[in-house]
């Protein structure tokens, strides 16, 4: 008992002290993370709780900040799309998209159409094993060990296909300023054939196995609820809006490339809480599904690579441009100023998870630790792209 | 209240559910790869660390232009390019006289460069370098299993790697890094 | 005068025995569980030392034992390392009066059940004294919820037990399985199936296993009441945990499933056998179900395995002494 | 949506071509201003994309990019912070989510938000708190008018040089200094 009240000294870095002046009489100061099972990576929550209440929490950022905008102001904007594939490993895709959209914005970049519909392709693609990531990951958080196998299992078989164009697993950086890199195989138009069916067989698996299941169903529903006022004051966008009811999806929104010819639904829930991100995630990965099937139809021959399509050494002409995309977490956007000189004079990397993480501390506010980390989960973080 | 009790029995029942499909996967085959002793399929299409692409005479194809270094993101590229050969009597005679009459010297220096030091731990393999090389002298490896002691393991000169390579044909892949090291 | 010194030798063969087998099963059991839990996942699980792996657990075990014992500071020393030891030894208690065979039990006491369910309630106060020594805020809260949900669950459990001794007359378990026969609609099952519903639960709860392993709940708690533990202090835990599971697992056996009897098997290979596929059953539900949530679980309790129990023995109460009017 | 900045004396609106940059319109607003200005946005049912600076030769040129589930296109506020005093009224208290994206910007170029409920470094070190990464040397900055999209002027106040082509460099200067004190 003693030795426990002498540990004053040992109270904590800058954050916890910051957080300890206001905390109630009483109340215990935790650091869930950097290093938690369920903070997927080093993100790091401080709550004050009064047993297992939380009555604040306050996320601390930067353990993984490794200032990629300041990273574009050293590089061309050819040279920066490495980078985007390291900020979101989960739908890396995506954010290639999303910068090399801005420079195409700016530079006035006609993309060839094949190229266009490769893009949709290996990026619905790529959305759906970074939802199969986040239903593993989040199942893992609720305590099921299973499911994230599974997950894996069908996620395995996307990364073999997207392997093929890309050369990588994971961080990705295969799309280029007015284009791809490399063109579909036919081969791997085949296994991408092959991989809608039998990813459509094996949904009802997780419906069976987990969305149906009586404790998961009782740990998700009611938990985190999250009106669309606190949506708009926070910016939080993808399926955490889809999931409080808002229609919003920017590939229907701000359409861009060929959504607007690809027939699909956007998935939105009512239920607001946990459960309705859940759902929406679950939904996507059909709808994504049906995006591919299409899109592999209705794909044009041709080159995937516009013709004098911009070197290293391309200067991004002066201007402003700001090009968002639907990431799996919600709106990425790029942000590009260029005064025409060799490198982009300010990037701006909006991170869909940034915001959707910002809402937490409200959010989470008086519920248990244990519908914390659902929330948390339900938020589905990827750290790297949060700190950038 | 039968409703109730309706929803309370389906409740359980979905638990009955979760562990059939458990059962069923129990009973299905192994999905995984036995690693050490198989090796995954799809190795063909991986893009592992890069190589030079040897022309005909099993001289790299690269012209030492620089441009993969000039274009890499993060700098992990040198070519070292080679000094023009000491002319021989005769040729140092044509080359003045030539001067004399006014015509350019024709450069006799060879165009494969003497070092191509590669980087690897500060690659992210986006393949700039190779879409933008001229003649397609780069190419990536498919090794995939590649490892080292120490970060000079990492530290490639590719002309020596191709020259391994030529002299090694058919050995594994992941040997070739150490002979690499050695020379670099 | 002859018969003290039997009754004693008969303990002490007993306990040396159960010491053994204790290890030993903890051994197996460790094995069993990542093997099942890796054809579930379609992987192989533990493969490479030994045949299928299955020496793994012991070299696990011997780098448990290898490692530094380590205790944070601020900890107290006495509480943290009487903790697993704590954990540990009523647990060797418990498994004296299962009865395998006919007559092959080490403890022949005619209060079995009850020996078993009160030393049982001794792992409660191993997992406070590991929460609260170790200096640890999240094993604070493991301990917390360890002694709500073991206080809460013992409950339930003790009285579906007691209706089943109502049926058989006698808290000897060897007594109530000679009171049940060969073929399953001679076991206490048939007669009990509410108590052995809620026996099943509650044991999983009194065990904190998933999913209702609160107290070490992974992704909330870290490791929950033994975060702090290394080594051979976290292997006790372990070993405990695996022990407490055959012990419950031997109890419904003993109560529900008619123990030893069987056709044509000898008596202790059919223990063995339904011990063995109820223990399957717990590893299956461990990797097939999320976490409940903690209040969940109290509710769980509360709400509706108490209630039910109660009137469950009421009835059984009520019949019982109708057939003894009759 | 002229309606929307009536009354809050902006110093220049613009529509934007949202095929070219991305935005339908822009507004530079004076710092006085920018927290009604966030208020009515609010009211209109926007929702807040991002804050970031862009370090000009006359100011940082703090941006926020508001946009709408409803009817989509995309609102960019511009606020100007002086080299000296970079300092601009918070909107957290407005747009709750704007408190991070205000303490990056700050741990980025060292804008202060005042108002801002908890101003504490978010993604860098506390203890390097005043290194501030995306500060340009002063030879390295570039013009605010060469860089950012004119657009369609809707309105100019007559003493905003900021983002007209064409004016003499004295006047850029004082113009550009005047509406983050004012």
Known sequence: MTTYQNNDHLAGDFYTQNFAKTAGEGNLILNLGPQHPSTHGVLRVVVELDGEYIMRAEPVLGYLH?????????????????????????????????????????????????????????CELNRIASHLLWWGAYLLDLGAFTPIMYAFDDREKILDILQDPTGSRLTYSYYRIGGVAKDLSADCIRRIQEFIPWFRSRLPMYKDLVSDNIILRKRIEDIGVI???????????????????????????????????????????????????????????????????????????????????????????????????????????????????????????????????????????GTILADAVAILGSLDLIIPEIDR | MIKEALNTVSDLWSLMVGLRVTKDYFRAPQVTVRYPWKAVSNIATYKGHLELVGGKTGKPKCISCGMCALACPSNCLTVVKRKPPKPTPEEEQALAEAKAKGEKPKDKTPKDPEKFIYDFTLCSLCGTCMENCPVGALDFTGSAYLAGYSREDFHFDLVQLLKNQAGLEGMDASAAPETGQSEA | MNAIPAELLNILIGLVAVAASV??????????????AGHIQRRPGPYEVGPSGALQPLCDALKLVGKQLFMPLGADPILFWLAPVLAFLPVLLLFLPLPVGDGLQALDVNLGVLLILAFSGLAVLSVLLAGWASNNKYGLLGAARGVAQAVAYEIPLLLSVLAVSFVAGSLDLAQVVKGQGTWPWNWNIMTQPLA???????????????????????????????????????????????????????????????????????????????????MLLMVFVRWTYPRVRFDQLLVINWKWLLPLAVANLLLTAFFVKLAQFA | MEALFSGLSALYL?????????????????????????????????????????DCAEGYVVVY??????????????????????VVPSIANVFHGA???????????????????????????????????????????????????AGEVVYCHPSFTLMTPDAPAEAKESGGDKPATA
């Open chain 1, 66 to 122: 490794r200032m990629h905008e300041k990273m574009a102001e050293v590089k061309t904007a050819a040279q920066f799309i490495p980078n985007m594939g390291r900020v979101d490993y989960g739908h890396a895709l995506g954010w290639n998209w999303a910068f090399v959209g801005a420079a195409e914005l700016v530079g006035g970049i006609e993309v060839p159409e094949r190229a266009e519909y490769i893009r949709v392709i290996t």
């Open chain 1, 227 to 365: 009106e669309q006022e606190v949506c708009r004051r926070f910016g939080a966008t993808g399926p955490v809006a889809r999931g409080s009811g808002i229609k919003y999806d920017v590939r229907r929104a701000q359409p861009y490339s060929v959504y607007p010819k690809l027939d699909f639904e956007i998935p939105t829930s009512n239920l607001k809480c946990a459960r309705g991100r859940y759902d929406v995630r679950m939904a996507e990965m059909e709808q994504s599904l049906r995006i591919i099937e299409q899109a592999l139809e209705m794909m044009p021959e041709g080159e995937v690579l516009v013709k004098g399509a911009p070197k290293p050494s391309w200067k991004v002409p002066k201007g402003e441009g700001y090009f968002a995309v639907e990431g799996a977490r919600g709106k990425i956007g790029a942000y590009v100023v260029s005064d025409g000189g060799k490198n982009i004079y300010r990037t701006k990397l909006r991170a869909p998870g940034y915001c959707n993480l910002s809402l937490f501390a409200e959010v989470s506010q």
């Open chain 3, 23 to 36: 290890g030993l099963i903890g051994l197996v059991m460790v094995w069993v569980e990542r093997k099942v």
């Open chain 3, 196 to 278: 052995f519903l809620i026996y099943i639960v509650s044991a999983l709860g009194e065990t904190n296993r998933a999913p209702f392993d609160l107290p070490e709940a992974e992704s909330e708690l870290t490791a929950g009441f033994h975060t702090e533990y290394s080594g051979m202090g976290f292997g006790l835990f372990f070993l405990a945990e695996y022990a407490n599971m055959v012990v419950v697992c031997s109890v419904a056996t003993a109560l529900f499933l008619g123990g030893w009897h069987g056709p044509v098997l000898p008596g202790p290979v059919w223990f063995v056998l339904k011990v063995s596929a109820l």
């Open chain 4, 14 to 54: 613009a529509k934007c071509d949202a095929a070219k940059t991305g935005q339908v319109f822009q507004a530079f607003l004076p710092a006085s201003t920018l927290v009604r200005a966030a208020e009515r946005l609010l009211a209109a049912d926007y929702y807040i994309e991002d804050i970031c600076a862009v």
């Open chain 4, 65 to 86: 990019h508001f946009d709408h589930f409803e009817a989509p296109g995309r609102v960019t506020l511009r606020v100007l912070a002086p080299h000296a005093s970079p």
């Open chain 4, 99 to 149: 408190e991070w994206h205000e303490r990056e910007t700050r741990d980025f170029h060292g804008v202060v938000f005042e108002g801002n409920p908890n101003l504490i470094p978010l993604l860098m070190d506390p203890d390097m708190a005043d290194c501030f990464p995306l500060r340009k040397e002063d030879k390295a900055r570039a013009k605010a008018k060469d860089m950012l999209e």
